[in-house]
Nanobody, 118 residues
Framework: VQLQASGGGLVQAGGSLRLSCVVS????????MAWYRQAPGKERELVAS???????KYGDSVKGRFAISKDYAKNTLNLQMSSLQPEDTAVYYC?????????????WGQGTQVTVSS
């Protein structure tokens, strides 16, 4: 399974970006899909996650500003980011979790840089 993230870039504070993660398998194959981010000198943190069984969950710092969604027709995980702030600057990674029988597999995209200028 391969995850290819894109959509990052440089944006001014208050602006918006849409990240996409194209997956080489059907999204129905995965239990949890998520976006994480890692800023310089900081640990990787969960931004948003989604499953088929519950409503999306968001990190406290992005609630009300970010929205995660799945496009099954395009095998794509999206993250719509609005009201961006400099503290949102980070490398963003998409993630997928798959359970096959008793084995669990985790997959990561390569990361896409988001830079928010003040």
């Amino acid at each position: 399974v391969q995850l290819q993230a894109s959509g990052g870039g440089l944006v001014q504070a208050g602006g918006s970006l849409r990240l996409s993660c194209v997956v080489s398998a059907s999204l129905h194959s995965f239990n949890i899909m998520a976006w994480y981010r890692q800023a310089p000198g900081k640990e990787r943190e969960l931004v948003a996650s989604v499953t088929d069984r519950r409503s999306p969950k968001y990190g406290d710092s992005v609630k009300g500003r970010f929205a995660i969604s799945k496009d099954y027709a395009k095998n794509t995980l999206n993250l719509q980011m609005s009201s961006l702030q400099p503290e949102d600057t980070a490398v963003y990674y998409c993630y997928a979790d798959q359970q096959v029988m008793s084995d669990r597999y985790e997959f990561w995209g390569q990361g896409t840089q988001v830079t928010v200028s003040s």
